[in-house]
């Protein structure tokens, strides 16, 4: 048996090492840290509650709109607060306009670049990938960043600027758009929508989402050459990697639910496990456990967030088997993924469930899911752009209470978030954030139950004299770690 | 070609994000055409693992020639010292012991955000981590290199404030070092790059008329000035916000809330809630740069007697009621 310890990595939206254990080329078993603590739950008791809108956002650069909309949703849920219909439109085309950006992001920028690494110069498709996909100077990035840039002007005009906005109110939006600014979204959203169409699918988006089934997917990718399509080229990569063997977890998936409509949510709220189906979530059996992470307090009592607690000492940081500032959420005791498939197999999409069913959740299934959210999403942001009202109010300022509980859930690009928080006389008394990476790259925990990325690494093939193995790269950027979220 | 080596720290990865941001033209053209060769940045590069530690190493032996230096994020000293608070992933190494190494070898050393520059929200309330900036801790000079450190290019460290950064403020501070060798007296008494920091956020600001008039709001989403109620520190904050405009044609004003100031060392810690303005007697404590403090007092309550009723009405709407009268040159 050889031990590797691989980091810092890069392309994960904060620090990461990881120690390997390897045995006959393959990884035994996998050890995740967190590198990073800087305690944004103790900084914030004592704050005024209100003043979390200004805390939050800054939790992550990445999901900080998520951050904001899950802070507003737990102020409004404490003080109940109902959202405005424009609220609720604006808050949903701020969380779209954030998580697709990730989306693309991350499959160009992040998870592509390392298809391009010298390893794989002996491979047919190596050269054309190189030159498309080489992380700083391939073509793709050439286009992409422009798109995105672009595409978040959706920011510009409804949130200020991004990341770190204060427009997101419990009760709705500080922004009231006007009739030439709603006329501008509507510009730019199909301006996205084009770009989306003409590079990653090759295909008009209506065509995409008739997807319904493994064989309708297969037919689509058959019908052009490869490098037709940014989405056709990562599957003929899949294939040809195999890449659906790669990064297996349990398959327990998670989704909090997101972009609601006068209470209903188009993406539903539950949990998918391989022996039970679709179920509901059971809030109340969420907690905490901090057996395995550099934390004080009762390593054998893992709590649920409403009485949860994080606090870090010298000692703590010396703790006998811990090895992560992270802590390890747990549900009913068990390890839950979370993330795009998650909210595609929970919301009842016809191809993912045939796709979980005959793979599982694997480093291929993650990538379709998070592109095909795309597809998915950008037709709704046009809906909803279409339906802002400029004769309604976008805000419904009604004070807060001085005294209560709240929580706020929401789905950041990466999966599901959740904010809980308490308030004494106007101020907070207890805060505690999970966010998505949170779940996905938690340390094991009391029963030495491995996280689910430490569980998807196991078996992970690493090639004679690899320092930093690439099958461990595919891995761990399958699941668009959000790291700088993931301890906060 | 010059060298640019990012690293990032007790900060939440928001000022690459804007960075990626920059348009016209994008971030890789505008570094490439500048003559900036991106060593390694975490987020963009190729290079992981022993790939990473190998460019870092030689920097430090004095094989490769770091030009430039970023970072991002607060400096984590703790706990005791020990910065173990961020240990740099796969090396074992504090990533303050890291940032002292580099800084030593850099020609420029940039603080990005107001984290590295001054310690920003990771070091509100107690301070648990014992975060600081790089030479700045609030508004104190030290930090963790000392308030005695110069770069190669005998530069303290340059802070190009915010939280986050506006991309082109980066962009142009990054093209300057390279084209036109800057002196001290191209940053201000905080260290920030100048060509952003000479101006205020008041500068531009759509609802100068409302400010003219005393016109406020009184709750997120009105048109009014936000300086009287709602906290806004757009008069006294040192950005050009209003005239450069954030993602195409954003800023904080302009989507309805206050500016909180945060290109300004301890913006973290308004000692009062964000969004209410706090108030001695009615007027404000804040009054803005440069205004003698009778003078405020007196043209303000003659500008609220003279409030035309259009302002007075739409400062209180989500939404204009009522739009300027027009003016004929012909009378009927």
Redesign the interface.
Known sequence: MSRL???????V?????IALEVENNRVTSAKV?S?????FE???????A??AL??TP?????C?ISQSIACARALADLSNIAITANGERSHNLLLANESLTDLL?HFY??FM??F??DIYREKSWYDATKKRF????GEA??TV??A???F????????????????I?PG?????I?RHERL?LLATLADFRSFLENTLFGDNLDNINAIQSISDFEHWINQEDYTQSDLRWFMHLSRDLELSTFGRTDSQLLSYGNFTEDKASLIKRGIWTPANGLQNLPLDKITEDISHS?MDGDAKKALHPTVGATD???QS?EKPDAYS?CKAPRLDGDVFETGALARAVISGNPLFNELIHSQGANVNTRVIARLLELAKIVPEMQRWATELD?TE???N?KPMLADGQGVGLTEAARGSLGHWIEVKDNHISRYQIIAPTTWNFSPRDIDNKPGALEKSLEGAPVQNGE??PVSV?HIVRSFDPCM?CTVH | MANLLWLQSGGCGGCTMSLLNAENPDLMSTLKNAGINLLWHPSLSEETGAEVRDILEKIIDGTLTLDILCVEGALLRGPHGTGRYHIFGGTGIPMIDWVEQLSKKANYTLAIGSCAAFGGVTTASDNITDATGLQFEGELRGGLLGSEFTSQKAMPVINVAGCPVHPDWVTETLMSLVIDNPSEEDFDEFTRPRLYTDQLVHHGCTRNEYYEYKASAEQPGELGCMMEHMGCLGTQAHADCNTRLWNGQGSCTRAGYACINCTAPEFEEPRHSFTETPKIAGIPVGLPTDMPKAWFVALASLSKAATPERLKHNARSEQLIYPPTLHKKNKS
Request: proline share 5%; aromatic share 8%; glycine share 8%.
């Open positions: 310890l691989v980091g810092p990595f890069n392309r939206e904060g620090d990461l090492d840290n590198t990073l603590y800087r305690g103790q900084i914030l008791i004592g704050k005024r209100i003043d200004v805390y800054r939790i992550c650069g990445i900080s992001t920028l992040f670049p390392d391009a690494r080489k992380a700083v100077e990035t050439k960043l422009p995105r840039a672009k978040l002007h959706v920011m510009g005009v409804m949130a200020g600027r991004w990341p770190h906005t204060l427009c109110q709705g939006s500080s922004k009231a006007s501008r550099w870090v000492s010298l940081s500032w400029i109010p976008y805000c300022n320092k930093d790269q700088v």
